[in-house]
């Protein structure tokens, strides 16, 4: 599976953009990248998914270069809601062993008004 | 829309004692996992099914016991349990093609 590095923590302020960059630079072909987020006491939701270039939906967008050895979430215009663990996952969704998932640290992501 | 869910939601343990976790989803999943997650930690995968009446062992089996006798049940078993078991476990189940989706987690200590 490939690993995963992604920032420990980040600041930002209520308005502005967030972007967040995830290395994975040993992904392999049939690999999607997959972003989750989750708040205390809660588990993992999905945000987005893409395999290449740029994918965007109502509340993220994420890009991915074309060597696909990172990623970027943008979350657009944060409020303090956002404030969670963001985490970025790489595998083959399509596998039917399914998706075994390697969760790294995350990136606590910290909104102040 | 139920989706994933966990029960208990929280369990306090004596060491040596079993215990059972039940996770059940509504979205005819093939699918499902059992995760823990520590203090400060990301999500580590205990065991994992690809369909009714299999299972598979992930990162970090020993200890735990699963089954999945019905597609939309996945069960964890904790036969002894250890101070080391303390921790949040979640659940999730997917399809081919599909993000997972998480329950809310089972809140576990162990004295």
């Known amino acids: 599976l490939a690993k995963t590095t992604q920032p420990i923590s980040m600041d930002s302020y209520e308005g502005q953009e967030v972007n967040i960059t995830c290395s994975h630079n040993n992904i392999a072909t049939n690999d999607y990248i997959t972003w989750y987020q989750q708040f205390p006491s809660q588990g993992p939701r999905f945000i987005i998914q893409g395999y290449k270039t740029k994918v965007t939906n109502e509340v993220a967008s994420l890009f991915i270069p074309a060597d696909r050895k990172s990623s970027t979430l943008s979350l657009p215009r944060v409020s303090l809601s956002d404030t969670a663990v963001y985490y970025c996952l790489v595998g083959d969704i399509r596998k039917a062993a399914g998706n075994k998932l390697t969760f790294g640290g995350g990136t606590r992501v910290l909104v102040k008004p | 829309n139920a989706g994933v869910t966990q029960t208990p939601k929280f369990r306090v343990l004596k060491t040596g004692q079993s215990m059972t976790l039940l996770c059940a989803q509504d979205m005819n999943h093939e699918y499902m996992y059992w995760y823990r997650q520590d203090p400060g930690m990301g999500l580590r995968l205990i065991h994992y099914s690809v369909g009714e009446g299999t299972t598979a062992k992930g990162e970090v089996p020993d200890g735990y016991n699963v089954s999945r006798l019905k597609k939309q049940n996945f069960l964890l078993g904790l036969e002894s349990a250890a101070p080391s078991q303390t921790s949040v476990y979640f659940c999730?189940?997917?399809?081919?093609?599909?993000?997972?989706?998480f329950g809310d987690g089972t809140r576990l200590s162990i004295l």
């Open positions: 999730a189940s997917t399809g081919i093609n599909q993000p997972q989706h």
